[in-house]
């Protein structure tokens, strides 16, 4: 029976003393020693991004990945937990924890774990670490799981051009990054290069250090209902757990909304909207968390960098929704733009 341990940020002793008193499976002190009890298992752990599971996007992608090893390779899971307003010390107490737990391997979910990936993965050289999202730190048992959210950004692009009434669109971002930047770049390209007449509405929800803008629908509610009320009858949001106030104001408006990371339309937090998911950009979080599992468990773990793109079907664009498979003319759009990346004829730019 599939058992997972969660933990949030209490300090690293209660952390450990929770995962060691639920958590089965080896353990190790990053130099190699195990349990008896079950020697060759193997335990994988996942610490959840700004907004944690839930957020119907990127954290519930990453435990996607993580029920499927346990279900299908035998894996023993935990899952933590980010606290409001944590900072670097957090997140070293919190991998520290599940490393110390014998987790192996330890992945972090979103490029706010670089800097704490980088110091421990220093403490424990036999633990691989997954850091997703960011190639800043690297080191021999850091894997770098990262994707050209750009590429799918810029399908979404070309589907919002096509689906728009009003030319107009719009593109909401949690917090102003260079990541979020790569999703707004691609959709606006795919947008211009489609209808250079159209009018591409971009908000940011907050600025770092403040990365509300990932985890309150509230703001995204807000941010989607001025763009609506501009003439944007298509809006693309990049926000995490905020992207879902997004999609309420754009359904409720009878608008087109398009979902980021995970297939929005399946989503069952989002299920009252879901006529008006149009599409979502997908990334596969899920593969990238279940292939580093499967590559510990096979003794062959990734490091360094482990791309996700196009071509592979690393990203892409969600058909869940009859309705878009019914827009013909956009689906073309759609396919010949994808074939013109994957071909090279269209290189997607990375910054807007």
């Known amino acids: 029976m599939r058992r997972i341990t969660r933990i949030t940020t209490v300090g690293i002793a209660s952390a450990a003393l929770a995962l060691s008193a639920t958590a089965c499976g080896k353990s190790s002190n990053g130099s190699g020693s195990s349990s008896s009890s079950s020697a060759g298992a193997t335990k994988a752990a996942i610490a959840y991004d700004i907004g944690g599971r839930g957020d119907q996007s990127f954290n519930d992608a990453a435990y996607e990945g993580l029920k499927k090893a346990e279900d299908e390779l035998g894996v023993k899971g935990a ?15 919190r991998l520290t924890a ?17 800097p704490a990936i980088e110091k421990v993965a220093k403490q424990f050289p036999k633990t691989t670490f997954g850091l997703i999202d960011d ?45 979020i930047k790569k999703f707004e770049a691609g959709f606006t390209q795919g947008v211009k290069d489609t209808n250079p007449k159209a009018k591409v509405l ?5 600025q770092p250090p403040n990365f509300d803008g990932f985890s309150k629908p509230d703001l995204g509610k807000a941010a989607a209902q001025g763009q609506l009320d501009k003439g944007a009858d298509v809006i693309y949001a990049a926000a995490g757990l905020a992207g879902s106030g997004a999609i309420e104001a754009t359904a409720t408006a009878g608008k087109w909304a398009i979902g980021v ?7 069952k937090g989002l299920a009252k909207y879901k006529d008006h998911i149009l599409t979502s950009v997908t990334k596969d979080v899920s593969d990238s968390v279940y292939n ?10 990734q490091s360094g960098e482990v791309r996700y793109g196009l071509a592979t079907d690393g990203v ?31 290189t997607v730019k990375t910054a807007p």
């Open 79 to 93: 899952e933590a937990e980010p606290s409001a307003g944590e900072g670097d010390a957090d997140k070293v107490q």
């Open 98 to 114: 599940l490393a110390r737990a014998g987790n192996n391997p330890v992945i972090g979910v979103g490029f706010a774990y670089a």
């Open 135 to 179: 190639t800043s730190k690297t080191g021999p048992n850091i894997a770098n799981l990262v994707f050209n959210e750009e590429q799918g950004s810029y399908l979404a692009g070309v589907a919002a051009a096509k689906a728009s009434k009003t030319g107009t669109v719009g593109f909401i971002g949690g917090v102003e990054v260079p990541l």
């Open 202 to 206: 971009t908000q940011y929800l907050t």
């Open 261 to 267: 990371d995970s297939d929005q339309y399946n989503q």
């Open 292 to 301: 580093l599992i499967k590559s510990v468990k096979d003794g062959k773990p």
């Open 316 to 346: 892409g664009l969600a058909t869940s929704n009859p309705a878009y498979s019914s827009m013909t003319e956009m689906v073309a759009a759609v396919d010949k733009a994808k074939k013109d990346i994957v071909d090279g004829k269209i």
